[in-house]
């Protein structure tokens, strides 16, 4: 039979200074097993206000221009990557590039996919598989994408969108030096 010890200290006052921060061990009597530590801010208002992560608290409506700025970022990387795809698409589909080993070699030429002819066909797989631009082994973006995208409306589209995520980028900097957080051994 197993036994633990189990004790909890205080680690200082919550923001509000009218609870506290707890921290809660339970180590096992034994060699074998491993001690867990669990945080806590034993305050109804500032548990409310606050997060904890290690011994930092970060007070939490101070994030939330930060959640919604990534939020947006990440909206407009997929619609970078929706249009990349139409793009890469059409450039197959107005080169009628007829077999695979045709495909692959236009691949190892553009430098999109640096693995073997087996490889190729071995993710390709037959005719009904995805389209190959679904598949490259690296991320396409450049002179040739702007190329390609020109001779479609999609230069003006993909122009906007990596203008609106150069940015967002600067906004989630400035954001995140606006995060108000306390270490709990400056409290």
């Known amino acids: 039979m197993s036994t633990e010890d189990h004790w909890t200290s205080e680690l200082g006052k919550c923001p509000c200074g009218a609870g506290t921060v707890s921290e809660d061990v339970v180590s096992p009597d034994n060699m074998y097993g491993k001690t867990t530590r669990k945080v806590a801010i034993n305050c109804t208002k500032c548990s409310q206000e606050w997060e904890l992560a290690g011994r930092t608290l970060t007070l939490k409506s101070s994030k939330e221009n930060l959640n919604t700025l990534v939020k947006q970022l990440s909206a407009i990387e997929r619609e970078i990557a929706r249009i990349k795809d139409e793009v890469i698409a059409g450039y197959f589909t107005r080169n009628g ?87 709990l051994s400056d409290m």
Do not use: C
Not at 140 to 160: H, I, R
């Open 97 to 183: 590039i007829g077999t695979m080993k045709a495909e692959y070699e236009d691949m190892q030429r553009l430098g999109f996919f640096a693995g073997s002819l087996q490889t190729y066909r071995n993710r390709r797989g037959t005719v009904s598989s995805p389209p190959v631009y679904q598949f490259l082994s690296m991320d396409v973006d450049g002179d040739w994408l702007m190329n390609q995208a020109s001779v479609t409306t999609a230069k003006t589209l993909l122009e906007g969108q990596h203008e609106k995520r150069a940015e967002i980028k600067k906004d989630i900097e400035k954001s995140k030096s606006n995060i108000v957080r306390k270490s």
